[in-house]
Nanobody, 122 residues
């Protein structure tokens, strides 16, 4: 049993900042990649950021230079610092974690949180 839970969503003014956090918990042997995706109404889900166990990051083009993802392997957490927010960033932000469980160490499964709503509006 693995859970992925996001926190930190809310309302922010354009140009402002917001920090999201995500924690994976449960019967975990190892967490491989963790990351953030977002989905806005009538838009496809898009990559925001991913972080490998070694700390290698990948960002979507629309957030490069504005968002920073940080990984803590000991806590199985990943955070997303969002700066210089734009109305176009408004979306549900979903956390993902690729998990090898203690009960099945032969495969890695991607788990998803329920999402955190971020609204950027004046």
């Amino acid at each position: 049993q693995v859970q992925v839970v996001e926190s930190g969503g809310g309302l922010v003014l354009p140009g402002g900042s917001l920090r999201l956090s995500c924690a994976a918990s449960g019967s975990i042997f190892r967490v491989n990649d963790m990351g953030w995706y977002r989905q806005a109404p009538e838009k496809q889900r898009e990559l925001v950021a991913t972080v490998s166990r070694g700390g290698a990051t990948k960002y979507g083009d629309s957030v490069k230079g504005r968002f920073t993802a940080t990984r803590n392997n000991a806590e199985n957490t990943v955070s997303l610092q969002m700066d210089m927010l734009k109305p176009e960033d408004t979306a549900v932000y979903l956390c993902s974690a690729v998990v090898v469980s203690n009960t099945n160490r032969q495969s890695a499964v991607t788990h998803w949180g329920k999402g955190a709503l971020v609204t950027v509006s004046s």
